[in-house]
């Protein structure tokens, strides 16, 4: 049977976490469609439709999927899933709210994070902040998947997939959006950004974070990132956080500034390619995992780093 | 009102387990195990919303082991009212535990269900999210901020790009991001209390639900280890090597 990927977008534009996804969903069966669900989402859509393997594009529109609210996104999830053996999404913050939802609603366990498919029925997924990874397989007639997106590369474009509006069930509305507080940023996105630049507690001050971390990020291109330290401490926003419970990124290149490497911190980066440690003790957790590493203070070595590139 | 906290006996997060060598699973004999940190987060903002006049009772309730005694007991030593032991031997999934969960907020008429977004163990991240849809409430997942008001709740979630705010119809049910709160420490007088608040024994089979596993885990393994690093002795020796050697700038 086919596979239904529900797409992460805002509206405009699709986030790369799908074409991901995607490329997850076609290691597991040929008949893909992603469902688009929004207001004014027909760009988030045509993007969706020239992502190759695409069967077809189901866009559904209305008030209440604006922000893709659990219950009515899940309510349409559920309308739709006799015809699919899979449903899958990507794990963001959109994929792991609605989905375990849909999961019970269709009396289903969810496998969270996948990071490899083994088979069409088993897979990988890390447990205990990626210190064991744990391959499950899922038997029963339905398979429900978050997809970790660093663990996949993305679909590639050139396709022309249909797009076939739907109708949403209408649902008593337990919920309302009410604002987002979105950071804004020129940066590249920290989750598929190629050099991510991170921060943690050492960095003392929302200041001196900006004034150290960011002219070096600039220099490289990078995204940053933080410490749920230097998170909870005010130096970073909270959706800069890497790790366990933050974002998960695999970067070419992660360099980590006055950071311990707590296993936490680990879990959310030690599958970026290179990874340099920066940090004045030489027994600090980070060194394990670190490619290159120098003993040496951030407020010295990351100016230097920065003026020598 | 009454708020219901649903809390896991996890490993202690500063143990570093380790995979068993045969495959079978990771070897937690003699690791200190503690209170789910996401669940204390969530048992602090049960006993705040009490403090502040918003709620009647917490109820704090375990799926587990016999030993899951403790961490209930940490619970009512931080404030909680009374406590539910739900007996369950083995592996439990979000979707069992979801479904005993389900059965205690109904008996208990619970208002608010506040969990953890996530139990460091499994790093399952759906037990509430599933409950919602069982009881067939909203959900508002990754708390960082909950205010009570005329029968709703407004809810600040920490979502990819940054923050949204939500505004939830009661009953609900919330889940607890790192930056909710901070937790209290349980002083030593309301520890010795809490051996005196009620605690209830039940098993999963007396609640009639069906614990038996979907997911079958065939095996566990080490994750991919890194190769051992170089420390460089200057700025200049990083640049080059990252240049020349490693080729990413
Ligand atoms: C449930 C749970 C979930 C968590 N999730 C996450 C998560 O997702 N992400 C995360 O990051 N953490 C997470 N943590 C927290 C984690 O355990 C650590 O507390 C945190 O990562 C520490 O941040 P840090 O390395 O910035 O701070 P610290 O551990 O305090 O390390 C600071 C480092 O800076 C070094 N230093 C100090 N001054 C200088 C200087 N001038 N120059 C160079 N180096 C210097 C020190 O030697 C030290 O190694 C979680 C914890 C829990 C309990
Ligand atoms: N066995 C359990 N007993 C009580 N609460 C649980 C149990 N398992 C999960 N939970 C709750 O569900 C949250 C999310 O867990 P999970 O979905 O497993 O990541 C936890 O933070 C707890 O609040």
Redesign the pocket.
């Not at chain 2, 163990?121 to 509430?128: A, I, L, M, P, R």
């Given at each position: 049977m086919a596979i239904l990927l529900f797409a992460d977008h805002d509206n405009a534009s699709l986030s790369e976490h799908s074409a991901r996804a995607l490329g997850a969903a076609l290691q597991i069966g040929a008949e893909v469609d992603i469902l688009i669900a929004g207001q004014g989402a027909a760009a988030a859509a045509a993007a969706a439709s020239t992502l190759q393997g695409v069967r077809r594009v189901l866009l559904a529109e209305g008030d209440a999927l604006a922000e893709r609210l659990a219950e009515p996104t899940a309510a349409l999830i559920v309308s739709l899933a006799g015809k699919y053996d899979t449903i899958l999404a990507p794990a963001t913050s959109s994929g792991k709210n609605v989905l375990?939802r849909v999961a019970a609603l269709l009396d289903a366990m969810q496998v969270s994070d996948v990071i490899e498919i083994v088979a069409p029925d088993t897979f990988k997924r890390p447990i205990y902040a990626g210190n064991a990874v744990e391959v499950v397989q899922a038997g029963g007639p339905l398979r429900i998947l978050t997809i970790r997106g660093a663990s996949f590369a993305p679909a590639a474009g050139g396709g022309a997939a249909p797009v076939t509006a739907i109708d949403a069930p209408a649902v008593p509305a337990l919920s309302a959006f009410r604002e987002n507080l979105l950071s804004a940023s020129d940066r590249p996105e920290l989750s598929s950004a190629r050099i991510v630049v991170s921060g943690g507690r050492a960095l003392g001050s929302k200041d001196r974070f900006d004034a150290v971390i960011n002219p070096l990020a600039d220099k490289l291109g990078a995204a940053v990132g933080a410490s749920r330290a230097a998170v909870d401490a005010g130096y970073a926003a909270n959706d800069l956080q890497v790790g366990q419970t933050g974002k998960v990124v695999a970067p070419d290149l992660y360099i980590a500034c006055g950071i311990s490497g707590a296993i936490q911190h680990l879990a959310g980066m030690k599958d970026s390619r290179i990874i340099v440690a920066i940090n004045t003790d030489g027994e600090a957790p980070i060194f394990q995992v670190a490619d290159y590493g120098i003993v040496g203070d951030i407020f010295d070595v990351v100016p230097e780093l920065e003026r020598a590139l | 009102m009454k708020i219901l906290?649903?809390?896991?006996?996890v490993v202690d997060h500063n143990v570093k387990i380790r995979v068993k060598a045969d495959g079978s699973g990771v070897d937690l004999s003699n690791a200190k195990m503690s209170m789910?940190p996401?669940?204390e987060i969530?048992v602090e903002q049960a006993i705040r919303m009490k403090e502040a006049g918003d709620a009647s009772e917490v109820i704090v309730?375990?799926?587990?082991p016999a030993q899951?005694q403790d961490v209930l007991r940490t619970a009512l030593a931080m404030g909680a009212d009374r406590a539910i032991l739900?007996e369950?031997e083995g592996r439990?999934e979000?979707l069992a535990?979801a479904k005993i969960?389900q059965c205690v907020a109904q008996t208990e008429e619970a208002g608010l269900v506040v969990?953890?977004?996530?139990?460091i163990?499994?790093?399952?991240?759906?037990?509430?999210q599933?409950l919602a849809a069982l009881l067939g409430w909203s959900q508002a997942t990754f708390a960082s901020r909950i205010e009570l008001a005329g029968g709703r709740a407004l809810v600040t979630r920490e979502i990819d790009g940054g923050l949204q705010r939500i505004e939830v119809t009661l009953p609900a049910v919330v889940?607890?991001d790192l930056r909710l709160n901070e937790p209290r420490y349980a002083s030593l007088p309301n520890i010795m209390k809490a051996k005196k608040k009620p605690l209830v024994q039940q098993t999963a089979g007396e609640l009639g639900v069906d614990i038996a596993p979907r997911l079958t885990v065939v095996r566990v393994e080490e994750p991919a280890s890194r190769a051992t690093g170089i420390k460089v002795a200057s700025v200049a020796e990083l640049v080059d090597r990252l240049r020349t050697e490693a080729a990413v700038i």
């Open positions: 375990p | 906290v649903p809390v896991k006996r789910n996401f669940d969530a309730v375990s799926v587990g899951a739900v369950a439990v979000p535990v969960l969990l953890g977004k996530q139990a163990d499994d790093d399952c991240n759906q037990t509430g599933m889940t607890a």
